[in-house]
């Protein structure tokens, strides 16, 4: 009877430690949904991101169910707009697309935001489309000019200093128009401030994402567009410890060419693990990332392509 009652607690403390079965798309504006992770214990990415070499199925009973991802063919799917409200999501057909130059398979919804606007390089996102397992928590965004938000723009400075030194250090044949000394004359903006805090067994701690710029005069050869400065990256804190920064930086003109932009979906829990899921994108390609945020530092778990075009 001892004994079974150990294999009864034993079945019921693995039967608790299971992994959820989840899987995540983008949500577009136009109703479109991109799947791109899955997750059963482990980050995958089982929805193609690439038409090349694929046999493309004609309609949803068709596709693969491995496509599909931990969450399977038949669950239940539900959009978790930007703003946190929520709406089930009914799937209808699927579609094929142009992301950039790369042709990507959708499953096309019936939600609709609004109507895609002709300046963007890509279709905004309206936020997350899941099925399964899963509670996006949010992450927030700092209002600019708040007291949160001058705190932080005056403590990355050094950190963005030695990113900035490490950027314009980076070229074989160009040497930075600017000395460090005159540089540092001209002011950092702190354009984007998201952050959460976190709580699990490995501790409590804050974390922050930004993204700030310093701008340089345009000389004669810059034709109207001045060099920048754009850094990007991580700020840990915690109770009694000097803030963790992870900034890196890159040197680039005023039309910021190859520079990507966060947007955050939310943030979710899983096996007291903490990840935040987001879209990075560019003039010319996107990529949805999932990362591992933990006490000590941030890594990704899972890095999708959305799409994109060549360099130029």
């Not at 929805?47 to 496509?67: A, F, M, N």
């Not at 931990?70 to 209808?92: E, F, M, S």
């Not at 699990?200 to 710029?213: F, L, P």
């Not at 979710?268 to 990529?287: A, F, H, I, P």
Request: charged residues 20%; hydrophobic residues 40%.
């Amino acid at each position: 009877m001892v004994l079974l009652s150990l294999m009864c607690a034993c079945a019921l403390a693995f039967a608790s430690e299971a992994a959820p079965h989840l899987t995540l798309g983008v949500l577009r504006a136009d109703g479109l949904v991109i799947p791109f992770a899955s997750y059963d214990g482990a980050w995958s990415v089982p929805w193609p991101t690439s038409l090349r070499y694929q046999t493309i199925p004609i309609g949803l009973s068709d596709v693969d169910e491995k496509w599909w991802g931990a969450a399977g063919p038949h669950a239940v799917w539900k959009a978790v707009l930007l703003d946190g409200t929520t709406r089930p999501l009914t799937l209808q057909r699927l579609h094929q697309v142009r992301v950039f130059c790369t042709s990507r398979l959708g499953v096309q919804t019936d939600y609709r935001g609004a109507p895609p606007s002709p300046q963007d390089p890509t279709v905004a996102k309206d936020g997350l489309a899941t099925a399964g397992d899963v509670a996006v928590l949010p992450i927030a965004r700092v209002a600019k000019g708040s007291a949160d938000w001058n705190a932080m723009a005056a403590a990355i400075v050094d950190d963005f200093n030695d990113a900035e030194k490490i950027a314009a250090n980076s070229f074989i044949r160009w040497k930075h128009p600017f000395k460090p000394e005159q540089r540092r004359t001209y002011p950092i903006q702190l354009e984007t401030f998201y952050r959460s805090d976190e709580q699990t067994k490995r501790g409590s701690w804050r974390v922050s994402y930004i993204e700030a710029v310093r701008n340089f005069p345009a000389r004669p050869e810059d034709k109207g567009c001045g060099l920048i400065t754009y850094a990007y990256g991580w700020i840990i804190e915690r109770a009694g410890k000097s803030p963790r920064m992870a900034l890196r930086a890159r040197t680039t003109y005023c039309d910021r060419d190859g520079v990507s932009f966060i947007q955050p979906f939310g943030r979710v829990l899983l096996r007291d693990e903490v990840y935040w899921v987001s879209q990075m994108s560019s003039w010319r390609d996107e990529v949805y990332t999932v990362m591992r945020i933990r006490p000590d530092g941030v890594e990704p778990a899972l890095i999708a392509d959305g799409g994109a075009c060549a360099n130029r």
